[in-house]
Protein backbone atom coordinates (compact mmCIF):
# COMPACT_ATOMS: atom_id res chain seq x y z
CA UNK A 1 0.00 0.00 0.00
CA UNK A 2 3.03 2.31 -0.07
CA UNK A 3 2.07 5.72 -1.71
CA UNK A 4 -0.85 4.06 -3.40
CA UNK A 5 -2.97 6.57 -2.96
CA UNK A 6 -1.54 9.99 -2.47
CA UNK A 7 -4.45 12.79 -3.47
CA UNK A 8 -1.66 15.30 -3.10
CA UNK A 9 0.32 14.08 -5.81
CA UNK A 10 -1.39 15.53 -7.81
CA UNK A 11 -1.15 19.00 -6.50
CA UNK A 12 2.37 18.81 -6.05
CA UNK A 13 2.75 17.51 -9.79
CA UNK A 14 1.62 21.00 -10.20
CA UNK A 15 4.17 23.13 -9.04
CA UNK A 16 7.37 20.57 -10.53
CA UNK A 17 6.64 23.47 -13.70
CA UNK A 18 7.46 26.42 -11.39
CA UNK A 19 10.44 24.96 -10.01
CA UNK A 20 11.66 23.59 -13.76
CA UNK A 21 11.77 19.54 -12.55
CA UNK A 22 11.87 17.89 -15.72
CA UNK A 23 9.90 15.05 -17.06
CA UNK A 24 10.39 11.74 -15.92
CA UNK A 25 13.48 9.97 -17.20
CA UNK A 26 12.85 6.37 -17.63
CA UNK A 27 15.53 3.94 -16.00
CA UNK A 28 16.43 2.64 -19.54
CA UNK A 29 17.15 6.11 -20.75
CA UNK A 30 19.09 7.13 -17.57
CA UNK A 31 21.17 3.94 -18.47
CA UNK A 32 21.77 5.17 -22.32
CA UNK A 33 22.65 8.80 -21.01
CA UNK A 34 25.18 7.14 -18.69
CA UNK A 35 26.48 5.25 -21.60
CA UNK A 36 26.85 8.97 -23.61
CA UNK A 37 28.91 9.78 -20.51
CA UNK A 38 31.47 6.83 -20.53
CA UNK A 39 31.87 7.16 -24.66
CA UNK A 40 31.87 10.78 -24.23
CA UNK A 41 35.03 10.40 -21.21
CA UNK A 42 36.59 7.68 -23.77
CA UNK A 43 36.78 9.95 -26.69
CA UNK A 44 37.54 12.79 -24.66
CA UNK A 45 40.87 10.84 -23.71
CA UNK A 46 41.32 10.66 -27.29
CA UNK A 47 41.37 14.45 -27.36
CA UNK A 48 38.46 13.83 -29.95
CA UNK A 49 36.44 16.85 -30.66
CA UNK A 50 32.82 16.29 -30.07
CA UNK A 51 29.36 17.72 -30.07
CA UNK A 52 28.01 15.10 -27.30
CA UNK A 53 28.90 18.39 -25.04
CA UNK A 54 25.12 19.60 -25.46
CA UNK A 55 23.28 15.98 -24.53
CA UNK A 56 25.32 16.01 -21.45
CA UNK A 57 22.91 17.87 -18.94
CA UNK A 58 23.12 16.36 -15.33
CA UNK A 59 24.69 16.23 -12.86
CA UNK A 60 25.00 13.15 -11.18
CA UNK A 61 25.67 12.06 -7.62
CA UNK A 62 26.68 8.59 -6.87
CA UNK A 63 25.59 6.35 -3.57
CA UNK A 64 27.12 3.04 -2.63
CA UNK A 65 23.83 1.85 -1.76
CA UNK A 66 25.88 -0.86 0.08
CA UNK A 67 28.07 1.35 1.74
CA UNK A 68 29.15 1.00 6.29
CA UNK A 69 28.50 4.01 8.02
CA UNK A 70 30.94 6.95 7.83
CA UNK A 71 30.10 8.55 10.94
CA UNK A 72 27.72 8.25 13.52
CA UNK A 73 27.48 11.93 15.13
CA UNK A 74 25.42 13.03 18.16
CA UNK A 75 21.78 13.20 18.58
CA UNK A 76 22.93 16.85 19.58
CA UNK A 77 25.17 17.04 16.41
CA UNK A 78 23.10 20.72 15.28
CA UNK A 79 23.62 22.49 18.73
CA UNK A 80 24.02 26.29 19.58
CA UNK A 81 24.79 28.72 22.27
CA UNK A 82 24.02 31.86 24.12
CA UNK A 83 26.75 33.98 24.53
CA UNK A 84 27.68 34.63 28.60
CA UNK A 85 27.76 38.27 27.85
CA UNK A 86 23.75 38.01 27.42
CA UNK A 87 23.83 37.20 31.51
CA UNK A 88 25.06 40.73 32.16
CA UNK A 89 22.00 42.19 31.43
CA UNK A 90 19.60 38.93 32.87
CA UNK A 91 16.87 41.21 32.24
CA UNK A 92 16.54 41.46 28.67
CA UNK A 93 17.19 37.27 27.95
CA UNK A 94 14.03 36.21 26.77
CA UNK A 95 14.49 32.71 28.49
CA UNK A 96 11.58 32.94 30.43
CA UNK A 97 9.33 34.38 27.17
CA UNK A 98 7.09 31.37 25.56
CA UNK A 99 7.86 32.16 22.10
CA UNK A 100 10.99 32.11 22.75
CA UNK A 101 11.12 28.63 25.05
CA UNK A 102 9.12 27.49 21.55
CA UNK A 103 11.12 28.36 19.33
CA UNK A 104 14.02 26.66 21.18
CA UNK A 105 12.31 23.47 21.72
CA UNK A 106 11.58 23.26 18.01
CA UNK A 107 15.20 22.71 17.58
CA UNK A 108 15.82 20.09 20.52
CA UNK A 109 17.77 18.08 21.01
CA UNK A 110 20.91 20.15 21.44
CA UNK A 111 23.17 21.38 23.35
CA UNK A 112 22.86 24.83 24.55
CA UNK A 113 26.20 26.15 25.38
CA UNK A 114 26.63 28.93 28.12
CA UNK A 115 30.06 30.25 27.19
CA UNK A 116 32.50 33.09 25.36
CA UNK A 117 34.94 35.77 26.62
CA UNK A 118 32.40 36.79 29.32
CA UNK A 119 32.40 33.43 30.70
CA UNK A 120 36.13 34.29 32.40
CA UNK A 121 34.69 37.90 34.35
CA UNK A 122 31.33 35.61 35.51
CA UNK A 123 31.17 35.24 39.49
CA UNK A 124 28.74 33.52 41.39
CA UNK A 125 26.88 34.52 44.22
CA UNK A 126 29.08 37.08 45.32
CA UNK A 127 28.06 38.98 48.81
CA UNK A 128 29.93 41.68 48.13
CA UNK A 129 28.72 42.55 44.85
CA UNK A 130 31.44 43.04 42.62
CA UNK A 131 30.74 46.84 40.84
CA UNK A 132 32.57 47.78 38.47
CA UNK A 133 32.86 50.25 35.09
CA UNK A 134 32.34 48.67 31.71
CA UNK A 135 35.95 47.68 31.01
CA UNK A 136 36.34 47.40 26.94
CA UNK A 137 38.87 44.84 25.37
CA UNK A 138 40.88 46.65 22.90
CA UNK A 139 41.01 43.40 20.51
CA UNK A 140 36.68 43.11 19.83
CA UNK A 141 35.28 45.92 21.56
CA UNK A 142 33.43 43.71 24.63
CA UNK A 143 32.80 44.35 27.52
CA UNK A 144 35.63 42.33 29.47
CA UNK A 145 34.76 43.35 33.26
CA UNK A 146 33.79 41.30 35.88
CA UNK A 147 30.20 40.62 37.06
CA UNK A 148 27.90 38.38 39.20
CA UNK A 149 25.21 36.47 38.87
CA UNK A 150 22.84 34.80 41.49
CA UNK A 151 21.43 31.42 41.98
CA UNK A 152 18.30 32.68 41.17
CA UNK A 153 19.70 33.34 37.78
CA UNK A 154 21.45 30.16 37.16
CA UNK A 155 17.99 28.30 38.01
CA UNK A 156 16.08 30.50 35.22
CA UNK A 157 18.91 29.83 33.03
CA UNK A 158 18.33 25.98 33.69
CA UNK A 159 14.58 26.28 33.57
CA UNK A 160 14.95 27.22 30.09
CA UNK A 161 16.91 24.33 29.12
CA UNK A 162 14.73 21.77 30.54
CA UNK A 163 11.68 24.02 29.53
CA UNK A 164 13.15 23.86 25.57
CA UNK A 165 14.00 19.84 26.19
CA UNK A 166 17.82 21.13 25.80
CA UNK A 167 21.05 20.27 27.63
CA UNK A 168 22.90 23.14 29.47
CA UNK A 169 26.60 23.53 28.99
CA UNK A 170 28.05 25.61 31.14
CA UNK A 171 31.42 27.29 30.77
CA UNK A 172 33.28 28.47 34.05
CA UNK A 173 35.75 31.55 34.69
CA UNK A 174 39.62 29.67 34.67
CA UNK A 175 40.71 33.32 35.50
CA UNK A 176 39.88 33.75 39.17
CA UNK A 177 43.89 32.95 39.76
CA UNK A 178 46.21 33.47 43.06
CA UNK A 179 49.30 35.24 42.62
CA UNK A 180 51.47 32.57 41.99
CA UNK A 181 49.34 31.81 38.95
CA UNK A 182 47.04 28.56 40.24
CA UNK A 183 43.52 28.18 39.67
CA UNK A 184 40.97 29.57 42.15
CA UNK A 185 38.09 27.13 42.29
CA UNK A 186 36.10 28.79 45.01
CA UNK A 187 33.75 30.30 42.45
CA UNK A 188 33.42 27.29 40.47
CA UNK A 189 32.76 24.81 43.69
CA UNK A 190 29.78 26.83 45.00
CA UNK A 191 28.29 26.90 40.97
CA UNK A 192 28.15 22.97 40.69
CA UNK A 193 27.51 22.15 44.42
CA UNK A 194 24.45 25.04 43.70
CA UNK A 195 23.96 23.23 40.69
CA UNK A 196 23.74 19.71 42.41
CA UNK A 197 22.04 20.34 45.46
CA UNK A 198 18.79 21.59 42.99
CA UNK A 199 19.56 18.07 41.00
CA UNK A 200 20.48 19.63 37.95
CA UNK A 201 22.11 17.78 35.33
CA UNK A 202 24.13 19.66 32.54
CA UNK A 203 27.62 19.49 31.37
CA UNK A 204 30.45 21.96 31.49
CA UNK A 205 33.72 23.59 30.36
CA UNK A 206 36.75 25.58 31.82
CA UNK A 207 37.42 29.29 30.15
CA UNK A 208 37.15 30.27 26.63
CA UNK A 209 39.77 30.95 24.14
CA UNK A 210 42.56 30.59 26.70
CA UNK A 211 44.88 30.73 24.17
CA UNK A 212 43.69 34.53 23.06
CA UNK A 213 43.68 35.48 26.83
CA UNK A 214 46.64 37.74 26.36
CA UNK A 215 45.36 39.22 23.18
CA UNK A 216 41.90 39.71 25.41
CA UNK A 217 42.87 40.26 29.39
CA UNK A 218 46.45 40.62 29.15
CA UNK A 219 46.66 37.60 31.08
CA UNK A 220 48.38 34.13 29.95
CA UNK A 221 47.50 30.94 31.22
CA UNK A 222 49.66 27.93 29.57
CA UNK A 223 48.06 24.92 28.04
CA UNK A 224 49.91 22.88 30.62
CA UNK A 225 48.71 25.03 33.22
CA UNK A 226 45.08 24.63 31.50
CA UNK A 227 45.35 20.78 31.45
CA UNK A 228 46.02 21.15 35.50
CA UNK A 229 43.40 23.13 36.05
CA UNK A 230 40.72 21.24 33.79
CA UNK A 231 42.25 17.76 36.08
CA UNK A 232 41.38 19.63 39.20
CA UNK A 233 37.72 20.75 37.81
CA UNK A 234 37.05 16.64 36.93
CA UNK A 235 37.87 15.79 40.05
CA UNK A 236 35.84 17.90 41.89
CA UNK A 237 33.34 17.13 39.56
CA UNK A 238 33.22 13.53 40.19
CA UNK A 239 33.60 14.36 43.82
CA UNK A 240 30.14 16.43 43.69
CA UNK A 241 28.09 13.71 42.05
CA UNK A 242 28.74 14.95 38.29
CA UNK A 243 31.14 11.84 37.15
CA UNK A 244 28.64 11.54 34.31
CA UNK A 245 28.79 15.26 33.06
CA UNK A 246 30.74 15.89 30.41
CA UNK A 247 33.53 17.92 30.33
CA UNK A 248 34.92 19.44 27.55
CA UNK A 249 38.05 21.94 26.19
CA UNK A 250 40.50 23.73 25.53
CA UNK A 251 38.14 25.96 23.48
CA UNK A 252 40.40 27.24 21.08
CA UNK A 253 40.06 29.66 18.40
CA UNK A 254 42.46 30.64 15.53
CA UNK A 255 42.62 27.55 13.99
CA UNK A 256 44.17 27.69 10.48
CA UNK A 257 45.36 30.64 11.09
CA UNK A 258 48.79 30.99 9.38
CA UNK A 259 50.60 31.36 13.15
CA UNK A 260 48.94 27.75 13.59
CA UNK A 261 48.44 29.18 17.41
CA UNK A 262 45.41 27.57 18.11
CA UNK A 263 46.48 23.89 17.19
CA UNK A 264 49.60 24.27 19.15
CA UNK A 265 48.24 25.06 22.19
CA UNK A 266 45.16 22.38 22.30
CA UNK A 267 48.44 19.89 21.01
CA UNK A 268 50.08 21.15 24.43
CA UNK A 269 46.95 21.22 26.51
CA UNK A 270 46.29 17.23 25.01
CA UNK A 271 49.61 16.04 25.63
CA UNK A 272 48.96 16.84 29.53
CA UNK A 273 45.62 16.20 29.66
CA UNK A 274 44.51 13.12 32.16
CA UNK A 275 41.74 11.80 30.63
CA UNK A 276 39.63 14.77 31.86
CA UNK A 277 38.12 15.70 28.70
CA UNK A 278 35.35 14.08 26.67
CA UNK A 279 35.75 16.03 23.31
CA UNK A 280 38.14 18.18 21.82
CA UNK A 281 36.50 21.65 21.54
CA UNK A 282 37.17 24.85 19.53
CA UNK A 283 36.53 28.06 18.03
CA UNK A 284 35.45 28.42 14.04
CA UNK A 285 34.71 31.45 12.12
CA UNK A 286 35.19 32.17 8.63
CA UNK A 287 35.27 35.99 8.72
CA UNK A 288 35.57 39.15 10.20
CA UNK A 289 32.38 40.42 11.08
CA UNK A 290 32.91 44.30 10.55
CA UNK A 291 35.03 43.69 7.24
CA UNK A 292 32.69 41.06 5.12
CA UNK A 293 30.66 41.60 2.41
CA UNK A 294 28.05 39.69 0.44
CA UNK A 295 30.21 38.45 -1.93
CA UNK A 296 32.26 36.50 0.81
CA UNK A 297 28.93 34.60 1.91
CA UNK A 298 29.15 32.91 -1.37
CA UNK A 299 32.78 32.45 -2.55
CA UNK A 300 33.96 28.98 -2.75
CA UNK A 301 36.95 30.26 -1.43
CA UNK A 302 35.08 30.97 2.08
CA UNK A 303 33.63 27.31 2.17
CA UNK A 304 37.01 25.43 2.00
CA UNK A 305 38.43 27.13 4.39
CA UNK A 306 37.00 24.90 6.83
CA UNK A 307 38.17 21.32 5.78
CA UNK A 308 41.63 23.16 5.95
CA UNK A 309 40.71 24.41 9.45
CA UNK A 310 39.37 20.96 10.49
CA UNK A 311 42.36 19.07 9.00
CA UNK A 312 45.15 20.94 10.93
CA UNK A 313 43.32 20.13 14.20
CA UNK A 314 42.96 16.52 13.62
CA UNK A 315 46.61 16.68 12.80
CA UNK A 316 47.24 18.41 16.02
CA UNK A 317 45.42 15.79 17.63
CA UNK A 318 47.27 13.36 16.36
CA UNK A 319 50.24 14.57 16.65
CA UNK A 320 49.28 14.63 21.03
CA UNK A 321 48.98 11.01 20.82
CA UNK A 322 45.40 11.30 21.35
CA UNK A 323 42.48 10.09 20.40
CA UNK A 324 39.29 12.22 20.79
CA UNK A 325 36.32 13.51 19.08
CA UNK A 326 36.39 17.06 18.14
CA UNK A 327 33.58 19.50 18.88
CA UNK A 328 33.20 22.84 17.21
CA UNK A 329 31.83 24.41 20.01
CA UNK A 330 31.42 27.99 19.04
CA UNK A 331 31.13 28.62 15.26
CA UNK A 332 29.38 30.62 12.66
CA UNK A 333 30.01 32.77 9.76
CA UNK A 334 31.87 35.94 10.77
CA UNK A 335 33.78 36.71 14.24
CA UNK A 336 32.80 39.98 16.09
CA UNK A 337 29.41 39.21 16.77
CA UNK A 338 28.30 38.13 13.26
CA UNK A 339 28.28 40.75 9.78
CA UNK A 340 25.57 43.03 9.73
CA UNK A 341 22.44 42.04 7.21
CA UNK A 342 24.52 39.26 6.02
CA UNK A 343 24.87 36.57 9.39
CA UNK A 344 21.13 36.41 10.23
CA UNK A 345 19.74 36.53 6.32
CA UNK A 346 19.25 33.74 4.01
CA UNK A 347 22.70 34.08 2.31
CA UNK A 348 24.61 32.81 5.66
CA UNK A 349 22.80 29.95 5.48
CA UNK A 350 24.50 28.45 2.53
CA UNK A 351 27.70 28.52 4.91
CA UNK A 352 25.77 27.10 7.68
CA UNK A 353 24.11 24.15 6.21
CA UNK A 354 27.75 23.19 4.54
CA UNK A 355 29.37 23.26 7.79
CA UNK A 356 26.80 20.83 9.25
CA UNK A 357 27.19 18.61 6.16
CA UNK A 358 31.41 18.44 5.90
CA UNK A 359 31.69 18.43 9.88
CA UNK A 360 29.71 15.25 9.64
CA UNK A 361 31.63 14.11 7.06
CA UNK A 362 34.83 14.59 8.20
CA UNK A 363 33.69 13.26 11.86
CA UNK A 364 33.04 16.10 13.85
CA UNK A 365 30.35 15.12 16.94
CA UNK A 366 28.94 18.33 17.23
CA UNK A 367 28.44 21.67 15.60
CA UNK A 368 27.03 24.83 17.94
CA UNK A 369 26.21 27.56 16.40
CA UNK A 370 27.13 31.03 17.83
CA UNK A 371 24.03 31.56 18.16
CA UNK A 372 20.75 31.08 19.16
CA UNK A 373 19.86 34.50 20.28
CA UNK A 374 21.76 37.98 20.41
CA UNK A 375 24.30 39.28 17.76
CA UNK A 376 24.44 39.32 14.44
CA UNK A 377 24.67 35.74 13.85
CA UNK A 378 21.15 34.27 15.85
CA UNK A 379 19.23 32.46 14.59
CA UNK A 380 16.44 34.07 16.46
CA UNK A 381 16.01 37.86 16.04
CA UNK A 382 15.48 40.62 19.13
CA UNK A 383 11.54 40.95 17.97
CA UNK A 384 11.90 37.01 18.86
CA UNK A 385 10.58 36.14 15.40
CA UNK A 386 12.95 33.34 13.64
CA UNK A 387 15.47 33.98 11.00
CA UNK A 388 16.65 31.73 8.05
CA UNK A 389 18.90 29.90 9.74
CA UNK A 390 16.57 28.90 12.24
CA UNK A 391 14.07 27.55 9.85
CA UNK A 392 17.00 25.59 8.01
CA UNK A 393 17.93 23.89 11.26
CA UNK A 394 14.47 22.92 12.03
CA UNK A 395 14.54 21.19 8.64
CA UNK A 396 17.66 19.86 9.42
CA UNK A 397 16.79 18.37 12.59
CA UNK A 398 14.01 17.12 10.48
CA UNK A 399 15.14 15.59 7.56
CA UNK A 400 18.81 14.05 8.53
CA UNK A 401 19.89 11.90 11.25
CA UNK A 402 22.75 11.32 13.06
CA UNK A 403 23.95 8.36 10.43
CA UNK A 404 26.52 9.42 8.14
CA UNK A 405 26.76 8.40 4.32
CA UNK A 406 29.29 9.45 1.96
CA UNK A 407 28.11 11.12 -1.58
CA UNK A 408 30.25 11.03 -4.24
CA UNK A 409 29.83 14.82 -5.72
CA UNK A 410 32.00 16.72 -8.22
CA UNK A 411 31.29 19.90 -8.25
CA UNK A 412 32.67 22.94 -6.04
CA UNK A 413 29.64 25.15 -6.36
CA UNK A 414 27.19 21.89 -5.40
CA UNK A 415 28.04 21.36 -2.11
CA UNK A 416 25.79 18.56 -1.15
CA UNK A 417 26.22 15.17 1.85
CA UNK A 418 24.09 12.53 1.90
CA UNK A 419 22.28 10.95 5.61
CA UNK A 420 20.01 8.41 6.48
CA UNK A 421 16.54 9.69 7.46
CA UNK A 422 15.04 9.62 10.86
CA UNK A 423 12.85 7.49 11.63
CA UNK A 424 10.21 9.86 12.30
CA UNK A 425 10.17 11.08 8.97
CA UNK A 426 10.03 7.67 7.22
CA UNK A 427 6.94 6.86 5.53
CA UNK A 428 5.12 3.68 6.49
CA UNK A 429 8.08 2.15 7.96
CA UNK A 430 10.07 2.25 5.16
CA UNK A 431 13.29 3.59 5.47
CA UNK A 432 14.94 6.49 3.51
CA UNK A 433 17.83 8.57 2.83
CA UNK A 434 18.02 12.47 2.68
CA UNK A 435 20.73 14.63 0.25
CA UNK A 436 21.03 18.09 0.98
CA UNK A 437 23.00 20.57 0.24
CA UNK A 438 23.49 23.88 -2.19
CA UNK A 439 23.60 25.27 -5.40
CA UNK A 440 26.12 28.18 -4.87
CA UNK A 441 25.72 28.75 -8.84
CA UNK A 442 23.61 32.35 -9.65
CA UNK A 443 22.25 29.39 -12.47
CA UNK A 444 20.41 26.47 -12.42
CA UNK A 445 21.73 23.28 -12.17
CA UNK A 446 20.31 19.44 -13.66
CA UNK A 447 21.24 16.46 -10.66
CA UNK A 448 19.97 13.40 -10.65
CA UNK A 449 21.21 10.80 -7.78
CA UNK A 450 22.47 7.24 -8.94
CA UNK A 451 23.01 4.39 -7.48
CA UNK A 452 20.10 3.38 -5.34
CA UNK A 453 18.04 0.55 -5.48
CA UNK A 454 13.86 1.38 -3.86
CA UNK A 455 11.94 -1.39 -2.25
CA UNK A 456 8.84 -0.50 -4.14
CA UNK A 457 8.04 1.02 -7.32
CA UNK A 458 5.91 3.38 -5.71
CA UNK A 459 8.45 4.53 -3.71
CA UNK A 460 8.58 8.51 -4.37
CA UNK A 461 11.28 11.21 -3.31
CA UNK A 462 10.05 14.08 -1.76
CA UNK A 463 11.86 17.31 -2.40
CA UNK A 464 12.31 20.80 -0.28
CA UNK A 465 13.98 23.23 -2.26
CA UNK A 466 14.61 26.63 -0.12
CA UNK A 467 15.55 29.89 -1.86
CA UNK A 468 14.34 33.49 -1.21
CA UNK A 469 13.28 36.58 -3.55
CA UNK A 470 16.97 38.09 -2.10
CA UNK A 471 20.17 36.69 -0.68
CA UNK A 472 19.84 39.66 1.84
CA UNK A 473 16.15 38.31 2.98
CA UNK A 474 15.03 38.19 6.42
CA UNK A 475 12.39 35.62 5.21
CA UNK A 476 13.00 31.97 3.44
CA UNK A 477 11.16 29.98 0.70
CA UNK A 478 10.26 26.09 0.95
CA UNK A 479 9.32 25.01 -2.21
CA UNK A 480 7.85 28.87 -2.69
CA UNK A 481 6.13 29.40 -0.07
CA UNK A 482 7.38 31.91 2.62
CA UNK A 483 8.35 29.97 5.87
CA UNK A 484 6.10 31.02 8.63
CA UNK A 485 4.88 29.09 12.00
CA UNK A 486 1.59 28.83 13.04
CA UNK A 487 -0.59 30.92 15.08
CA UNK A 488 -0.24 28.55 17.72
CA UNK A 489 3.83 28.27 17.57
CA UNK A 490 3.86 25.10 15.97
CA UNK A 491 5.78 24.29 12.82
CA UNK A 492 4.07 24.49 9.44
CA UNK A 493 3.26 21.36 7.15
CA UNK A 494 6.44 21.60 4.96
CA UNK A 495 5.40 20.43 1.45
CA UNK A 496 7.51 18.19 -0.47
CA UNK A 497 7.33 18.35 -4.25
CA UNK A 498 7.05 14.72 -5.12
CA UNK A 499 8.97 13.09 -7.73
CA UNK A 500 10.34 10.01 -9.13
CA UNK A 501 13.59 8.59 -7.74
CA UNK A 502 15.49 8.50 -10.56
CA UNK A 503 14.38 11.37 -12.09
CA UNK A 504 16.29 14.59 -13.18
CA UNK A 505 15.76 17.37 -11.07
CA UNK A 506 16.64 21.34 -11.65
CA UNK A 507 18.10 23.04 -8.65
CA UNK A 508 17.21 27.07 -8.53
CA UNK A 509 19.92 29.07 -8.68
CA UNK A 510 21.27 30.12 -5.05
CA UNK A 511 19.38 27.40 -3.14
CA UNK A 512 19.48 25.07 -0.44
CA UNK A 513 17.76 21.54 -0.77
CA UNK A 514 16.66 18.65 1.00
CA UNK A 515 16.18 15.54 -0.84
CA UNK A 516 14.31 12.95 0.59
CA UNK A 517 14.10 9.45 -0.98
CA UNK A 518 11.31 7.47 0.66
CA UNK A 519 11.99 3.33 0.09
CA UNK A 520 15.71 4.04 -0.74
CA UNK A 521 17.69 0.28 0.18
CA UNK A 522 20.77 1.32 1.80
CA UNK A 523 21.09 -1.62 4.62
CA UNK A 524 23.08 0.84 6.91
CA UNK A 525 19.95 2.87 7.23
CA UNK A 526 17.48 0.10 8.77
CA UNK A 527 19.40 -2.60 9.82
C1 LIG B 1 25.20 32.82 48.51
O1 LIG B 1 26.07 33.28 49.51
C2 LIG B 1 25.47 33.47 50.77
C3 LIG B 1 26.50 34.07 51.71
O2 LIG B 1 27.71 33.38 51.60
C4 LIG B 1 24.93 32.13 51.28
O3 LIG B 1 24.27 32.30 52.51
C5 LIG B 1 23.94 31.58 50.27
O4 LIG B 1 23.54 30.29 50.65
C6 LIG B 1 24.61 31.49 48.90
N1 LIG B 1 23.62 31.10 47.92
C7 LIG B 1 23.89 30.25 46.94
C8 LIG B 1 22.78 30.04 45.97
O5 LIG B 1 24.97 29.69 46.83
C1 LIG C 1 38.28 40.24 37.48
O1 LIG C 1 38.42 39.25 38.47
C2 LIG C 1 39.66 38.59 38.44
C3 LIG C 1 39.62 37.48 39.47
O2 LIG C 1 39.22 37.96 40.70
C4 LIG C 1 40.78 39.59 38.70
O3 LIG C 1 42.03 38.94 38.68
C5 LIG C 1 40.74 40.65 37.64
O4 LIG C 1 41.69 41.64 37.87
C6 LIG C 1 39.36 41.28 37.57
N1 LIG C 1 39.32 42.09 36.39
C7 LIG C 1 38.97 43.34 36.39
C8 LIG C 1 39.00 44.02 35.09
O5 LIG C 1 38.64 43.91 37.42
C1 LIG D 1 49.69 29.09 44.96
O1 LIG D 1 48.95 29.89 45.87
C2 LIG D 1 47.82 29.24 46.44
C3 LIG D 1 47.04 30.24 47.26
O2 LIG D 1 47.84 31.25 47.74
C4 LIG D 1 48.28 28.03 47.25
O3 LIG D 1 47.18 27.37 47.81
C5 LIG D 1 49.04 27.09 46.34
O4 LIG D 1 49.58 26.02 47.06
C6 LIG D 1 50.16 27.81 45.60
N1 LIG D 1 50.68 26.93 44.60
C7 LIG D 1 51.95 26.81 44.33
C8 LIG D 1 52.34 25.84 43.24
O5 LIG D 1 52.79 27.45 44.93
C1 LIG E 1 52.06 35.97 27.23
O1 LIG E 1 51.95 35.38 25.95
C2 LIG E 1 52.37 36.24 24.90
C3 LIG E 1 52.14 35.50 23.59
O2 LIG E 1 50.91 34.92 23.56
C4 LIG E 1 53.81 36.64 25.05
O3 LIG E 1 54.16 37.55 24.05
C5 LIG E 1 54.01 37.27 26.43
O4 LIG E 1 55.36 37.53 26.63
C6 LIG E 1 53.47 36.38 27.52
N1 LIG E 1 53.57 37.08 28.79
C7 LIG E 1 53.99 36.51 29.89
C8 LIG E 1 53.99 37.36 31.10
O5 LIG E 1 54.35 35.35 29.92
C1 LIG F 1 29.33 7.67 38.63
O1 LIG F 1 29.22 7.38 40.01
C2 LIG F 1 28.19 6.48 40.32
C3 LIG F 1 28.11 6.38 41.85
O2 LIG F 1 29.37 6.24 42.42
C4 LIG F 1 28.48 5.14 39.66
O3 LIG F 1 27.44 4.23 39.94
C5 LIG F 1 28.59 5.36 38.16
O4 LIG F 1 28.95 4.15 37.54
C6 LIG F 1 29.63 6.41 37.86
N1 LIG F 1 29.59 6.69 36.42
C7 LIG F 1 30.69 6.86 35.71
C8 LIG F 1 30.50 7.19 34.27
O5 LIG F 1 31.81 6.79 36.17
C1 LIG G 1 37.16 34.75 -3.07
O1 LIG G 1 38.01 34.70 -1.95
C2 LIG G 1 39.38 34.60 -2.29
C3 LIG G 1 40.15 34.40 -1.01
O2 LIG G 1 39.81 35.36 -0.05
C4 LIG G 1 39.81 35.82 -3.06
O3 LIG G 1 41.16 35.70 -3.42
C5 LIG G 1 38.94 35.96 -4.28
O4 LIG G 1 39.26 37.15 -4.95
C6 LIG G 1 37.47 35.97 -3.92
N1 LIG G 1 36.66 35.98 -5.10
C7 LIG G 1 35.69 36.86 -5.29
C8 LIG G 1 34.92 36.72 -6.55
O5 LIG G 1 35.45 37.74 -4.47
C1 LIG H 1 26.54 34.98 -12.83
O1 LIG H 1 27.80 35.44 -12.38
C2 LIG H 1 28.70 35.78 -13.43
C3 LIG H 1 30.01 36.23 -12.83
O2 LIG H 1 30.29 35.53 -11.67
C4 LIG H 1 28.10 36.87 -14.30
O3 LIG H 1 28.96 37.12 -15.37
C5 LIG H 1 26.74 36.44 -14.82
O4 LIG H 1 26.13 37.49 -15.49
C6 LIG H 1 25.85 36.00 -13.65
N1 LIG H 1 24.62 35.45 -14.20
C7 LIG H 1 23.43 35.75 -13.69
C8 LIG H 1 22.28 35.04 -14.32
O5 LIG H 1 23.28 36.53 -12.78
Known sequence: MYFITN?????????????????????????????????????????FNNTLNRTITSHVFYLNSRQPLLHTVSDKF???????????????LPIKDNKFINLARHLA?????????????????????????????????????????????????????????LRMIF???????????????????????????????????????????HHVFNRNVSAIQLAHDYHQLRQ???????????????????????????????KTFLENDKNSVNYVTWHQYYLNGR????????????????????????????????LIPMWLSETSTAYGGGAPELSDRFVAGFLWLDKLGYSAIAGLNVVTRQSLFGGNYAMIGPDLMPNPDWWVSVIYKKFVSEKVLRLSTSLEYLRFYAHCTPKKAWIGKVSAITVYGSNLANFSVPISIQ???????????????????SL??????????????????????????????TQQITLPPYSMVFIVIHGAKVPVCYI
Request: include cysteine; charged fraction near 20%; charge should be negative.
Open 291 to 322: EAQLIDFTNLSTFNYLPKQIKSMQEAIKSSGE
Open 109 to 165: PAYVRIGGTSADCLHFNQTTQIISEEIISPVDGQDISNFTINGMDFENLYKFATESK
Open 171 to 213: DLNVLIRADNGSWDDINVKNIISFAKNKNMKLDWQLGNEPNSF
Open 472 to 501: QSRTIKLNEEILKLQSNGNLPSFQPIVFEP
Open 236 to 266: LLNEVGYNESLLVGPEVNHVGDTNHMGEYYA
Open 78 to 92: LSFGLDTSLLRDMKS
Open 7 to 47: DRDKNEYKKLGKLRIQTTLHPGFTLILLGFCMIFLILSAWN
Open 451 to 469: GIPIFHRNAKAFLYVLTSD
